[in-house]
């Protein structure tokens, strides 16, 4: 703030002579010198702004209105600090900047944008500049602030090519937890035209240190608790999506033997490779000219995937399978001591086998215009029966499995989108 002294009120370098009533000012140069009164080119007289005459302050595109007062100004002059207080509050000034983002449950694109930030120091000095020259406007340099991200991939997510939905049990918290953790390294993914992606490279490795935990999985024909359990039902409904949408299937699976699931013939699984195992692959191609986004949703009881992108160029795709040939299962039995003579349990259910065909079909205006056949092999599970062989006959009988219903093996399986 200046100091009063002889009638002066010195800012800085530069001196103020008050005249009579305060009503104008005469600036006195830096060497101490009094600026004359005749035609010099630099002479400025103005009037001190009143304490609450209003100065609009510009940064790019905001403004903010104050009083001379609010930005430092009274009856003893300007002070600079009260006037950095002010800006360091006047985050209005400032413009942040936007990352672009895709944002796959709304099927909107959410565009980038260029942030802007005022200089408070530099701000200061112009205040205190356009006081002298009893300014009602202040504009406040301003830089650039570039934002991180300013392109998503894809410009066109307004239709879904294709989407596919599986269902699980709720209450299982372990798989739900899986399946929700798998998804996530999916959901948002741009595939560009021509781009393959790989399931197993996409999602990483199903370990505890990445938060998978034990839950049902399909090993060697039986149903067994396993590390990551449901992340292949992940793997299938992506796979479903992938088929109804028109993309290039390049590497595909089935299970060893139906899934409760889903179709038969609709199903594909994974294996994380670890060590010198290759693992098994979900691997899916863009054959459009255009980008589609990838939309994951596991909820309630249902995992969902949507394709998303620009319209396809088909009317209708379709799922149709044949089933060339039934195999039988075999039975195993066992004998238990520890089970009474006449009693029988099943520790694992059978089921057959089968050879089977799956067709994709393209149409368009009616017509058939592409065709893709694939052989399908699942093979027999084995039946595991314990008879009880102790005379005993108070000994308890364990409660056996029940064989659940395959019936989606029945049928053609026709399914269209």
Same mark, same amino acid.
């Given at each position: 703030?200046?100091?009063?002294?002889?009638?002066?009120?010195?800012?800085?370098? =530069? !001196?103020?002579? +008050? *005249?009579?009533? &305060?009503?104008?000012?005469?600036?006195?140069?830096? /060497?101490?010198?009094? %600026?004359?009164?005749?035609?010099?080119?630099?002479?400025?007289?103005?009037?001190?702004?009143?304490?609450?005459?209003?100065?609009?302050?510009?940064?790019?595109?905001?403004?903010?209105?104050?009083?001379?007062?609010?930005?430092?100004?009274?009856?003893?002059?300007?002070?600079?600090?009260? =006037? !950095?207080?002010? +800006? *360091?509050?006047? &985050?209005?000034?400032?413009?942040?900047?936007?990352? /672009?983002?895709?944002? %796959?449950?709304?099927?909107?694109?959410?565009?980038?944008?260029?942030?802007?930030?005022?200089?408070?120091?530099?701000?200061?000095?112009?205040?205190?500049?356009?006081?002298?020259?009893?300014?009602?406007?202040?504009?406040?340099?301003?830089?650039?602030?570039?934002?991180?991200?300013?392109?998503?991939?894809?410009?066109?997510?307004?239709?879904?090519?294709?989407?596919?939905?599986?269902?699980?049990?709720?209450?299982?918290?372990?798989?739900?937890?899986?399946?929700?953790?798998?998804?996530?390294?999916?959901?948002?993914?741009?595939?560009?035209?021509?781009?393959?992606?790989?399931?197993?490279?996409?999602?990483?490795?199903?370990?505890?240190?990445?938060?998978?935990?034990?839950?049902?999985?399909?090993?060697?024909?039986?149903?067994?608790?396993?590390?990551?359990?449901?992340?292949?039902?992940?793997?299938?409904?992506?796979?479903?999506?992938?088929?109804?949408?028109?993309?290039?299937?390049?590497?595909?699976?089935?299970?060893?033997?139906?899934?409760?699931?889903?179709?038969?013939?609709?199903?594909?699984?994974?294996?994380?490779?670890?060590?010198?195992?290759?693992?098994?692959?979900?691997?899916?191609?863009?054959?459009?000219?255009?980008?589609?986004?990838?939309?994951?949703?596991?909820?309630?009881?249902?995992?969902?995937?949507?394709?998303?992108?620009?319209?396809?160029?088909?009317?209708?795709?379709?799922?149709?399978?044949?089933?060339?040939?039934?195999?039988?299962?075999?039975?195993?039995?066992?004998?238990?001591?520890?089970?009474?003579?006449?009693?029988?349990?099943?520790?694992?259910?059978?089921?057959?086998?089968?050879?089977?065909?799956?067709?994709?079909?393209?149409?368009?205006?009616?017509?058939?215009?592409?065709?893709?056949?694939?052989?399908?092999?699942?093979?027999?599970?084995?039946?595991?029966?314990?008879?009880?062989?102790?005379?005993?006959?108070?000994?308890?009988?364990?409660?056996?499995?029940?064989?659940?219903?395959?019936?989606?093996?029945?049928?053609?399986?026709?399914?269209?989108?």
């Amino acid at each position: 703030m200046g100091e009063r002294e002889s009638g002066m009120i010195y800012f800085g370098s =530069a !001196a103020l002579l +008050l *005249a009579a009533g &305060g009503a104008s000012l005469f600036f006195y140069s830096q /060497a101490g010198a009094e %600026v004359s009164e005749t035609k010099a080119a630099d002479q400025v007289v103005v009037s001190l702004p009143s304490e609450s005459d209003v100065v609009t302050l510009t940064a790019g595109k905001n403004s903010l209105e104050a009083t001379w007062k609010q930005l430092g100004v009274s009856d003893q002059g300007f002070d600079r600090s009260v =006037a !950095a207080t002010f +800006l *360091a509050d006047a &985050g209005q000034l400032n413009t942040a900047s936007r990352n /672009a983002r895709l944002d %796959v449950e709304k099927q909107t694109i959410v565009k980038a944008q260029t942030g802007s930030i005022f200089d408070q120091d530099a701000a200061v000095a112009l205040i205190e500049s356009a006081m002298y020259r009893g300014e009602k406007s202040v504009d406040l340099p301003v830089t650039e602030v570039v934002p991180e991200v300013d392109d998503v991939g894809i410009e066109d997510v307004s239709h879904v090519l294709g989407h596919f939905t599986t269902k699980f049990k709720a209450g299982d918290s372990s798989r739900s937890y899986n399946l929700k953790l798998a998804a996530s390294k999916l959901n948002g993914y741009v595939m560009k035209p021509g781009e393959e992606i790989s399931f197993n490279e996409v999602v990483g490795g199903r370990t505890h240190d990445e938060g998978y935990k034990i839950a049902g999985v399909i090993q060697s024909g039986q149903l067994v608790d396993g590390l990551a359990g449901g992340t292949c039902q992940i793997s299938t409904t992506l796979y479903g999506a992938a088929f109804f949408a028109g993309l290039g299937i390049t590497q595909h699976t089935p299970h060893s033997r139906p899934s409760s699931y889903v179709r038969g013939g609709l199903d594909a699984t994974v294996v994380y490779p670890v060590g010198k195992s290759k693992g098994v692959d979900l691997k899916i191609q863009n054959d459009y000219d255009f980008p589609v986004a990838i939309h994951f949703i596991v909820a309630r009881g249902k995992s969902t995937v949507r394709i998303l992108g620009k319209k396809r160029p088909y009317d209708e795709i379709v799922f149709e399978r044949k089933v060339t040939k039934e195999l039988p299962f075999r039975v195993i039995t066992r004998e238990d001591d520890t089970m009474p003579v006449g009693s029988m349990t099943v520790d694992q259910p059978g089921y057959p086998g089968y050879r089977l065909y799956t067709y994709r079909k393209f149409y368009k205006d009616g017509k058939m215009v592409n065709q893709e056949k694939t052989p399908v092999h699942y093979r027999p599970v084995v039946e595991y029966v314990r008879v009880g062989i102790n005379p005993n006959p108070n000994l308890r009988v364990p409660k056996g499995k029940k064989k659940k219903n395959l019936s989606v093996i029945s049928g053609d399986g026709r399914m269209a989108q």
